[in-house]
């Protein structure tokens, strides 16, 4: 070594430097390479992560799509139904216009057969009027010249007799007239109300019968009586066939006393289920102290034709009560008839009250 | 017993056995009375214009008549001033309610309603006349309108 050149050694030393140098660099250099390993090593872990991650979310959304593709699926079918069932309710409308159409077609025939059924009642009724109207002449004659006959004839027995029996059909027949005329009244002539005091129709009635009121020493008590909304020329009869009736049914052994008392009431103080309970009513009653009747013919003695004595008893035709309760119907009201057997009868008619 | 004056009597009735059943009445009773008929409303109307200076007491009035009825003969006797003081008695065979309201306003003095049997016939007449000849000329009562009799 000592041969060495100065130079040499110099350079030696300067290379050793540089080795050194070097050396030192290549370790920093290995040690940041660490580093950045460790970087990368890091990075690529959490690279590894994201993408297990994204495999996952990948996967997801895969799902849902696929989901999403059956849902499509199932709201297409869905909807080809809906069109399927909408095309079918057009049909449907259509089928019902059509129906609708043929309904209102239908009922207008038969508003109109109503109509016809309506009017050819009524001339019928007229019918009935005119026709019994007309018949009361010639029944008239008949039965004044029989009494001609008999009062100034010299008839046998028998003929007298048989004259006599002739009276009495056509006495019947005429009664049947009278209440035919007065059935067929009550049907044909208008149906006008007006505010009318039943006292004025009580006392016409009161006049129309005095006779028989005298004779059977009857009295008519009518002190609270109101005023009512009626036809007034129809209550006239429905009154006339009440208080005759009571007249007539009257106990041959006591006064006839008939009462008849009207007031305004609500329905739901009327003890009637047939009556509306917050309507108001004109409730008349008219009450006697005659032969009554059982009450299981409470309802039949409004028939018409319906009678509950022989006509040798009691004459009559059993109209009277029928056009008492037509009368009441034209009212929209209700009548009721409570008696037992010789213990008086009570009509309560229920009228609205306007 | 003073003399009793002669009632004339018109009827107006269009009906041939009607007119003999009251000629036959009137002769029953005991009050004298002159009879005169007509048969139709239009020969009444003309009866009492040609008679203006004999009118009857009384004038019984058929409804129902041809050419002119007991409604119209009523109704123009009413409103004629020389005729209007006439009585006049509705003798119908019909009885409706409406139409014995309506004669009493136009100024009927009666309605009687031909009786069924000819001893009421008889009766009815008698008492109408005798109230005809009774009465005074004033408004009756609509109670006292339509003559009934006792008890039939």
């Known amino acids: ?354 | 017993m003073h003399e009793m004056i002669t009632l004339n009597i018109l009827l107006a009735d269009d009906d041939k056995d009607d007119r003999q059943f009251f000629s036959m009445a009137l002769d029953g009773i005991n009050i004298p009375t002159k009879l005169e008929t007509v048969v139709d409303g239009e020969k009444l109307m003309d009866y009492l214009s040609e008679n203006r200076q004999q009118l009857p007491d009384v004038i019984f009035l058929d409804l129902n008549m041809p050419r002119k009825n007991g409604f119209e003969c009523l109704t123009e006797i009413k409103l004629n001033q020389q005729l209007n003081q006439l009585q006049v008695v509705i003798f119908s065979t019909s009885f409706e309610q409406e139409v014995v309201n309506l004669l009493y306003h136009n100024g009927a003095t009666y309605y009687i309603r031909k009786p069924s049997g000819f001893l009421q016939f008889k009766k009815i007449i008698n008492h109408t006349v005798s109230l005809i000849t009774q009465e005074n000329r004033s408004k009756k009562s609509r109670e006292d309108f339509v003559i009934t009799l006792q008890g039939s």
């Open chain 1, 1 to 354: 070594m000592a041969t060495l050149k100065k130079s040499d050694e110099e350079e030696l030393i300067i290379a050793h430097k540089e080795l050194a140098y070097q050396n030192e660099e290549k370790e920093k250099r290995a040690v940041e390479l660490g580093i950045a390993n460790k970087e990368l090593a890091f990075q690529n872990e959490e690279k590894e992560k994201r993408a297990a991650e994204l495999s996952i979310a990948n996967k997801e959304l895969l799902f849902q799509n696929e989901e999403k593709e059956k849902r499509a699926a199932e709201l297409s079918i869905a909807n080809k139904e809906l069109l399927f069932q909408n095309e079918e309710k057009e049909k449907r409308a259509a089928e019902l216009i059509i129906a609708n159409e043929e309904l209102a077609f239908q009922n207008e025939e038969k508003e109109k057969r109503a109509a016809e059924l309506i009017s050819a009642n009524k001339e019928l009724l007229a019918f009935t009027y005119i026709s019994s109207h007309d018949l009361q002449e010639p029944l008239r004659k008949i039965q004044t010249f029989v009494s001609i006959i008999l009062e100034t004839e010299n008839l046998s027995e028998s003929g007298k007799y048989n004259f006599q029996r002739m009276q009495l059909a056509a006495g019947r027949m005429q009664l049947l007239i009278d209440d035919l005329l007065a059935f067929s009244r009550i049907a044909t002539t208008e149906l006008v109300f007006e505010k009318s005091e039943l006292n004025v129709i009580i006392d016409e009635v009161r006049a129309d019968l005095k006779d028989t009121i005298l004779e059977k020493l009857a009295t008519i008590d009518a002190t609270e009586i109101g005023t009512a909304n009626i036809i007034a020329f129809q209550f006239r009869q429905l009154m006339y066939n009440l208080i005759s009736n009571a007249l007539k049914f009257s106990n041959p052994e006591i006064p006839a006393h008939i009462i008849i008392n009207s007031n305004i009431t609500k329905g739901s103080k009327l003890h009637n289920k047939k009556l509306s309970p917050e309507k108001s009513y004109c409730h008349i009653t008219v009450k006697d102290n005659g032969i009554g009747f059982e009450p299981q013919f409470s309802e039949r003695i409004f028939e018409v034709f319906q009678k509950l004595h022989g006509k040798e008893v009691y004459a009559g035709t059993g109209i009277g009560l029928a056009i008492v309760k037509k009368i009441v119907e034209n009212h929209n009201g209700l009548i009721t008839a409570t008696s037992e057997l010789n213990k008086g009868a009570q009509f309560d008619i229920y009228i609205p009250a306007a």
